[in-house]
């Protein structure tokens, strides 16, 4: 009895170094993912076929004056992928109708956009370095208001941090085309991706020589069906100036029948049928 008692205690040490082991092994591998595979898997869980919302943007001035416009934002994914998405504004009068065209295009090729202004009934193509240019006077630039094409970035996980009490992943991304790094105004975006759903809830920008630019934060998450989230709230603040430009959704729907002609360049011209 005495013998055996004696060989279990001799085997409890590398028993426990073996039990703690295979705990961390197991916790690396949970820990394994790249800044990229993250990137794909909040892709895969919150990218949907045809959405439609209706908001009200506010642009608000450095001395805190506030000017609201109500929009409308259309987006599918085309038998390809790809992702097309329209803007419209609806209020206030003197913009009614302007209309902002974008067309996710894949690998290195440049994302096509179109801007119509209806008080020169004038259809403006948004090209090369433009898209870094601001929209329509908002913090907002042209290229934030395209889909996160994965094949146009670098992805590097360089830690973690918590946003607002909840774990996040920290992601950078930098331009890894040619394209990008000639026409994007960014030469590093930081995500902060909380790791329980994987959604975006900041994002730092920064210039070329990564001098941060501006900051966005979304709040009032929402969980619309099964894996997928939304933020009601977005504010992209810019830091120099002491601007900023906050977005609330006030209607959504998932999955909306929108025909694939609302995004034909010779349809952005009409008047939405949202209101």
């Avoid at 082991?21 to 591998?29: F, K, T």
């Avoid at 090369?128 to 913090?139: C, E, Q, T, W």
């Avoid at 918590?162 to 992601?171: A, I, S, Y």
């Avoid at 994002?203 to 966005?216: H, Q, S």
Wanted: some cysteine; aromatic content about 8%.
């Amino acid at each position: 009895m005495t013998r055996w008692t004696v060989d279990l205690r001799r085997l409890a040490l590398p028993l426990a170094c073996a039990a703690l082991l295979i705990a961390g092994l197991a916790a690396g591998a949970a820990q394994a993912q790249t800044g990229r595979e993250i990137m794909q898997t909040q892709k895969d869980r919150h990218d949907v076929d045809a959405e439609v919302s209706l908001s009200t943007m506010t642009l608000i001035n450095a001395k805190g004056r506030r000017q609201d416009r109500r929009m409308v934002t259309l987006r599918i994914r085309n038998a390809e992928g790809q992702s097309r998405s329209l803007v419209k504004y609806l209020a206030p009068n003197d913009i009614a109708n302007v209309g902002l065209l974008t067309w996710e295009q894949p690998g290195d090729t440049e994302d096509d956009q179109w801007l119509y202004l209806p008080a020169s009934d004038d259809v403006k193509r948004i090209v090369g370095g433009s898209k870094k240019n601001a929209f329509m006077g908002s913090d907002i630039a042209y290229e934030d208001m395209r889909a996160e094409d994965l094949d146009a970035f670098d992805y590097t996980l360089t830690g973690e941090e918590e946003v607002d009490g909840h774990p996040c992943f920290v992601v950078e991304a930098r331009p890894a085309t040619q394209t990008e790094r000639e026409e994007s105004g960014y030469g590093l975006r930081i995500l902060y991706i909380r790791k329980d759903i994987y959604f975006t809830v900041r994002t730092d920008f920064f210039d070329p020589r990564e001098r941060l630019l501006k900051k966005a934060t979304f709040t009032g998450l929402s969980n619309p069906a099964g894996d997928l989230w939304r933020a009601e709230v977005s504010r992209f603040e810019t830091v120099r100036a002491g601007t900023a430009t906050e977005t609330v959704v006030e209607e959504r729907e998932i999955d909306a029948e929108i025909p694939e002609g609302t995004f034909a360049t010779q349809n952005i011209k009409r008047r939405s049928r949202y209101r």
